[in-house]
């Protein structure tokens, strides 16, 4: 379980989180909709121990989450974390050491998958394939939490689809909290259990997509232009 307990982030002056309180369950996948600087990206650097704080608490299975909680929190950014010099297979090695919950059999199939070739050095990878290796080395932990900025930016619109479809093979869907923040909403609507709309650092809006769905008959995208212009 994740809880956000009064929480607020401020850089300087600029507040990335502003007093909010919420908290996920396990089993669940949750996308985390909004506009760009909504704090979408500080939300899940918050679970991931990667900022703190200015106020409120983050607590992850019942710990607050500071670096130690990288054991359990698989995180696939929006930057480029990449190191040049190294091979693909490098960087499987790498993650492998890093983490105790990385399964290099489940690498290897997702390697596959992906159509990513094992010798490749990452600086000759086009954008598309950097986006493919950071599924791979997200999805390849048996983490209790998956985070995962905007999983599909640089993936060319024919193969996402069959890449969103994939990613289910790789999700526990009884132990893993799964939360996927992007602002490209069509692929992942069939993957989602619940959307939180995230505005100015605020969750202004909860549903649960079959709800939504079947008995308001709206499709999340409905349900966002309807939440944001509230
Ligand atoms: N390191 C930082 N220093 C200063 N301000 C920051 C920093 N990181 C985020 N912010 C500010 O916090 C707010 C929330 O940013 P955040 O990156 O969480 O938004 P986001 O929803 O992920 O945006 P995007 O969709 O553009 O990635 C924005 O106003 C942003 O300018």
């Not at 991931?48 to 989450?65: F, M, R």
């Not at 995230?198 to 079947?214: F, S, T, Y």
């Amino acid at each position: 379980m994740i809880e956000f307990q009064n929480v607020t982030k401020k850089y300087g002056r600029e507040y990335g989180l502003n007093d909010v309180t919420y908290s996920l369950e396990k089993g669940k996948i949750y996308g985390l909709l909004g506009p760009n600087g909504s704090g979408k990206s500080t939300t899940l650097k918050l679970i991931a121990g990667l900022v703190h704080p200015t106020s409120g608490q983050v607590l992850v299975n019942g710990k607050l989450a500071n670096r130690k909680i990288a054991n359990e929190v698989a995180y696939l950014t929006e930057l480029d974390m990449f190191y040049q010099p190294f091979k693909i297979k490098d960087m499987i090695d790498f993650y492998a050491t890093q983490f105790q919950d990385f399964r290099i059999d489940r690498a290897n199939e997702l390697l596959q998958f992906m159509k990513l070739d094992k010798e490749k050095n990452i600086k000759q990878l086009s954008k598309g394939n950097r986006g493919r290796l950071k599924l791979v080395l997200a999805l390849a932990r048996e983490a209790s939490v998956l985070l995962l900025d905007e999983p599909f930016s640089g993936l060319d619109p024919m193969v996402r689809d069959s890449i969103v479809k994939g990613l289910l093979s790789y999700i526990d869907f009884d132990n893993q909290i799964v939360i996927i923040a992007t602002h490209e909403i069509d692929e992942i609507e069939p993957l989602l259990d619940e959307v939180l709309a995230i505005q100015d650092g605020k969750i202004i809006g909860r549903h649960n997509v079959e709800e939504l769905r079947e008995m308001e008959g709206l499709s999340i995208i409905e349900w966002m232009k309807r939440t944001f212009k509230e």
